[in-house]
């Protein structure tokens, strides 16, 4: 199998189940060119931003959406809307590459009907980081959620369903993918501050794209 990857590293086109519906797709998104080049073109029309929580801190990690819905969150609270605050125009469409991508994913990982209407998309810069958190923002808890590593790679964490269960590391690297299903889609999970790196294709940076069926 791997030798159908010649050119990849070492453990691409291996499948590792996380835990109970969490399902890693090892360099699943390589070549990851098409994608990048989706990434520019969303970037363009809705550049990333830091965010405020309701608490009233600015995330370190910046954030943009495209799609139908996007996450947002301000003092206000955290939900999806249609429309770029920022802009106050509806966000960017689905690109093709990446719509296509989140779909056979999920089907490999047992979701064939998954259909994303939600792609939030984070840059951490080194020294970027995601405290740990649960995903409840979504309507059903049903649907999986499609994570797409690029650039940099991160120490994923992820624990259980409780704040206080212990917590696993698991490397996310270019090109790695992510079906966050069943009992796995309301672990708690983050990412610890970003080591500075260079990635020979992406630069300074590590983009995560979710795909979530949010309304
Ligand atoms: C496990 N993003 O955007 S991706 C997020 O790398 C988020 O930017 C991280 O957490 C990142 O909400 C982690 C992996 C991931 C995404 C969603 C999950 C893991 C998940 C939802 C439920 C359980
Ligand atoms: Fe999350």
């Given amino acids: 199998m791997d ?7 070492g453990d691409t086109g291996r499948r590792e189940e996380l835990a ?4 890693v797709l090892r360099g699943r998104a390589l070549p990851a060119d098409a994608l990048l080049s989706a990434l520019d073109a969303v970037v363009a029309a809705a550049p990333f931003r ?10 370190s990690v910046a954030m943009t959406n495209c799609g139908a819905a996007g996450w947002v969150t301000d003092r206000r609270g955290y939900r999806y809307d249609a ?17 296509e991508l989140a779909c056979a ?22 020294g970027a980081r995601l405290s ?3 995903d409840r923002n979504e309507r ?15 120490m994923f964490q992820f624990g259980g369903l409780e704040r206080s269960d212990p917590v696993r590391k698991v490397p996310l690297r270019h090109g790695d993918v992510v079906v966050w299903g069943g009992p796995s889609r309301l672990f708690y999970h983050g990412i610890p501050v ?20 949010a309304l």
């Fill in 3 to 9: 030798d159908l990857f010649g050119d990849q590293p």
């Fill in 20 to 23: 109970a519906g969490a399902v």
């Fill in 50 to 59: 830091n965010m405020v929580t309701p608490g009233g801190f600015t995330m």
């Fill in 83 to 99: 429309v770029d605050p920022e802009s106050g125009r509806p966000w960017p469409d689905m690109p093709k590459p990446f719509l």
């Fill in 105 to 126: 994913a999920a089907a490999e990982a047992g979701y064939p009907d998954f259909v994303p209407d939600a792609c939030l998309i984070n840059r951490y810069q080194p």
């Fill in 132 to 134: 740990l958190h649960q």
């Fill in 140 to 154: 059903d808890y049903d649907q999986p959620i499609v994570s797409v590593s690029l650039g940099l790679p991160a």
């Fill in 194 to 213: 970003l080591k500075d790196g260079e990635h020979p294709a992406v630069g300074r940076v590590r983009f995560n794209l979710t795909f979530r069926k």
